[in-house]
C-alpha cells in the first residue's frame, strides 16, 4: 500500500473517531473550591469533561474569592506607601482581598474505576486590594494590584455516586508582576521607572511590603455536581 494511501486511512480514522466523539454529550459540572489560594479561598466553577475521545481535554472556569488577615508588613507598608511613621502609632486593623478569574485546559493522567487524576494548564487573573487603618494617626490606605499569570497543577477526583465527585486540587500559579498603586498618587511600576514614588523606594520595596500574588501555591478541596 502506498504512504498516500496510508495517510488517508489515518486521517480517517482520525475523523471518523473525531466525530463520533462529537456526537457523544459532553460532561458538564459545577463544583466549589476552598481551601489556601494567596489566604482563605472559596472558588466557584465550570467545566466540561469529555470533549471528544480524539481530543481527551476537558475545560474549567471558575471565579475565587481570597482573604488575607495578615496582607503584609504594615510598619514598612507605611513608609512605602504614605509617610515615615510621624504619626499615630502601629496598632494597624489590616486585611485583604483577592478577586480571581482561572481557566484550566485539562488532561487525564490516570483514570482507573471511581479516581482520576487530570493534568491542568491555563491562564490566571487576579485584582488584589490590602487594606491597612493606622490607629491614632487617623491614616488609611489600600495598595492595589492586578496580576495576569499562569498556573498548572494536578486534580485528583473521587466518584462518590453517578453524580457527585470530591478530590483534591494542588498547584502553582505564577502572576508577572504589574503596577503596585497606593494612596491615591503613589505608583511603582516593575519597569523601575515610577511615578510619584516616595524617597527612594522602588517598585521591589513596595512588592516586598504586601503579600500580593506573585509565586502562589495552591491546596484546595473540592466537591462536584455533574448536571
Given amino acids: 500500500m502506498?504512504?498516500?494511501?496510508?495517510?488517508?486511512?489515518?486521517?480517517?480514522?482520525i475523523f471518523t473517531d473525531f466525530v463520533y466523539g462529537?456526537?457523544?454529550?459532553?460532561?458538564?459540572?459545577?463544583?466549589l473550591?476552598?481551601?489556601?489560594?494567596?489566604?482563605?479561598?472559596?472558588?466557584?466553577?465550570?467545566?466540561?469533561?469529555?470533549?471528544?475521545?480524539?481530543l481527551p481535554i476537558g475545560v474549567e472556569a471558575d471565579l475565587g474569592y481570597?482573604?488575607?488577615?495578615?496582607?503584609?508588613?504594615?510598619?514598612?507598608?507605611?513608609?512605602?506607601f504614605?509617610?515615615?511613621?510621624?504619626?499615630?502609632?502601629n496598632n494597624v486593623k489590616e486585611s485583604a482581598t483577592m478577586y480571581s478569574i482561572n481557566v484550566d485546559f485539562k488532561y487525564p493522567l490516570y483514570k482507573r474505576s471511581?479516581?482520576?487524576?487530570?493534568?491542568?494548564?491555563g491562564p490566571r487573573y487576579a485584582?488584589?486590594?490590602?487594606?491597612?487603618e493606622y490607629s491614632g494617626g487617623n491614616e488609611q490606605f489600600a495598595p492595589t494590584s492586578k496580576n495576569w499569570g499562569l498556573g498548572t497543577g494536578l486534580k485528583t477526583s473521587f466518584e462518590i455516586t453517578r453524580k457527585m465527585d470530591i478530590g483534591f486540587n494542588t498547584g502553582i500559579d505564577y502572576f508577572f508582576p504589574s503596577t503596585i498603586s497606593g494612596h491615591g498618587q503613589f505608583y511603582y511600576n516593575p519597569s523601575g521607572v515610577d511615578d510619584n514614588p516616595r524617597n527612594n523606594y522602588t517598585y521591589a520595596d513596595a512588592d516586598n511590603v504586601i503579600d500580593q500574588p506573585a509565586i502562589t501555591p495552591k491546596f484546595l478541596f473540592f466537591i462536584g455536581y455533574k448536571l
Fill in 33 to 54: 473550591n476552598s481551601g489556601y489560594f494567596n489566604g482563605f479561598s472559596i472558588l466557584l466553577g465550570f467545566g466540561i469533561n469529555n470533549i471528544s475521545p480524539a
Fill in 127 to 132: 485584582d488584589y486590594s490590602a487594606q491597612f
Fill in 2 to 13: 502506498k504512504k498516500i494511501e496510508y495517510l488517508v486511512l489515518v486521517f480517517a480514522f
Fill in 22 to 31: 462529537a456526537s457523544q454529550s459532553p460532561q458538564y459540572q459545577v463544583y
Fill in 82 to 89: 504614605i509617610n515615615d511613621g510621624t504619626a499615630g502609632n
Fill in 66 to 80: 481570597t482573604h488575607q488577615s495578615d496582607p503584609g508588613r504594615a510598619v514598612e507598608a507605611r513608609k512605602v
Fill in 114 to 121: 471511581n479516581i482520576i487524576v487530570d493534568l491542568y494548564v
